[in-house]
Nanobody, 119 residues
Framework: QVQLVESGGGLVQAGGSLRLACAASGSISSIDEMYWYRQGPGKQRELVAIISRGGSANYADFVRGRFTISRDNAKNTVYLQMNSLKPEDTFVYYC?????????????WGQGTQVTVSS
C-alpha cells in the first residue's frame, strides 16, 4: 500500500542542525496533513509539527522558532529542518500522514529515525 521512509537522523552537537526527510511511496492519490512526532524510551509519542497540504504549519511550543516543517507535494515528501538543537531534542522522530488512495483515507507511520544531540 503505502510506505513512509524517514532519513536524515544522526548525531549532532548542541547548537547544530539536522534536516529530516520523510518520503511517501506506494498507492497514493494525494496526501492531506503530514506530521512529525517524537518519542523517547518509555514515553508517549509527542507531536512536534504539522503541515497541511496547502503548507500551513503549526508547531509545539518546545520547538517553535527552532524547527521548520515543509513539504514537497510533487515528491510526496515532508521535511523537518531542526536548528539550534539541544540535548533534550534527543528522540526517535517519526513522520505520519493522512494518505488518500483507492483504499480511502488512511493514516500511516514511518519507521522512525534517531536524532541524538550531544552536549
Amino acid at each position: 500500500q503505502v510506505q513512509l521512509v524517514e532519513s536524515g537522523g544522526g548525531l549532532v552537537q548542541a547548537g547544530g542542525s539536522l534536516r529530516l526527510a520523510c518520503a511517501a511511496s506506494g498507492s497514493i492519490s494525494s496526501i492531506d496533513e503530514m506530521y512529525w512526532y517524537r518519542q523517547g524510551p518509555g514515553k508517549q509519542r509527542e507531536l512536534v509539527a504539522i503541515i497541511s497540504r496547502g503548507g500551513s504549519a503549526n508547531y509545539a511550543d518546545f520547538v517553535r522558532g527552532r524547527f521548520t516543517i515543509s513539504r514537497d507535494n510533487a515528491k510526496n515528501t515532508v521535511y523537518l529542518q531542526m536548528n539550534s538543537l539541544k540535548p533534550e531534542d534527543t528522540f526517535v522522530y517519526y513522520c505520519n500522514a493522512w494518505v488518500i488512495g483507492y483504499y480511502g483515507r488512511r493514516n500511516f507511520w514511518g519507521q522512525g529515525t534517531q536524532v541524538t544531540v550531544s552536549s
